[in-house]
């Protein structure tokens, strides 16, 4: 079974406006990570934004929100006042075992095409 | 500050011919460091990790290996490239034990075509 599904292959968002990207994950691990990662053309991954299993907060960095929804193993991206540099591939990410795993392999999704237009 | 360095950026190779890439990471010691490769359009597929000098784990058998010569040096190599391999190939790093880190750094990529 996929440990993480990101189901929209392309969303688009009006400049200004906000969008969230789907991401559903799998694991019977009750300690476990979840990442977000953007990828402009340009190839390079770019670290978001992380939310721990045992959080009890969503994770916030700037524009970026992660909703976790630990019951249904959800764990969406908001991005807030998209702007036209947003424009990328998303990756959402996890690693199964805490902080202190000794490996911290990640499992990646397929990724979502994020398109913003003025 | 930590970095992290991939070479070549780009590489045109033909099938059958060898294979080198190196992945050195600066500003950190004891890394856990990882080769992923992505297929056009895909997600990251995890090909080797390392948690240590000559420790090296693969996770998906296929014509390649991997090398950790030094703490902070990892290199893919292949003995024959098939056309499959082609790809982007990230490498990445991460605290290791006892590390406060939790997300893995990712180098630029080397973008391999093989024809």
């Known amino acids: 079974a996929q440990k993480i599904t990101q189901t929209q292959p392309g969303m688009f968002v009006q400049e200004k406006e906000a969008v969230t990207l789907d991401c559903t994950y799998d694991?019977?691990?009750?300690?476990?990570?979840l990442f977000w990662y953007k990828q402009p053309s340009s190839g390079e991954m770019i670290f978001l934004i992380y939310?721990?299993?045992?959080?009890?907060q969503n994770a916030t960095e700037g524009r970026y929100s992660l909703n976790f929804q630990k019951a249904r193993k959800s764990a969406n991206l908001v991005i807030s006042a998209s702007q036209l540099g947003d424009s990328a591939m998303y990756f959402c990410?996890?690693?199964?075992?805490?902080?202190?795993?000794?490996?911290?392999?990640?499992?990646f999704g397929r990724g979502t095409q994020l398109t913003v237009w003025p | 500050s930590q970095t992290i360095h991939q070479w070549p950026a780009t590489l045109v190779q033909p099938v059958g011919s060898p294979l080198s890439l190196e992945c050195t990471v600066e500003?950190?010691?004891?890394?856990?460091l990882y080769w992923y490769r992505q297929a056009a359009g895909r997600g990251l597929q995890l090909l080797f990790y390392?948690?240590?000098?000559?420790?090296i784990s693969s996770e998906v058998p296929q014509n390649l290996s991997a090398s950790r010569p030094q703490d902070r040096q990892f290199i893919l190599s292949s003995k024959k490239l098939l056309l499959s391999d082609s790809g982007f190939y990230l490498c990445?790093?991460?605290?290791?034990?006892?590390?406060?880190?939790?997300?893995?750094?990712f180098g630029p990529g080397t973008r391999l075509t093989v024809l």
């Open positions: 990445a790093w991460r605290g290791g034990r006892g590390s406060s880190y939790n997300e893995q750094f």
């Open positions: 694991t019977s691990d009750p300690s476990y990570g």
């Open positions: 939310q721990g299993s045992y959080d009890q």
């Open positions: 990410a996890m690693r199964e075992g805490g902080r202190g795993s000794t490996l911290g392999r990640l499992y």
């Open positions: 500003g950190t010691s004891n890394p856990n």
């Open positions: 390392s948690v240590g000098i000559g420790q």
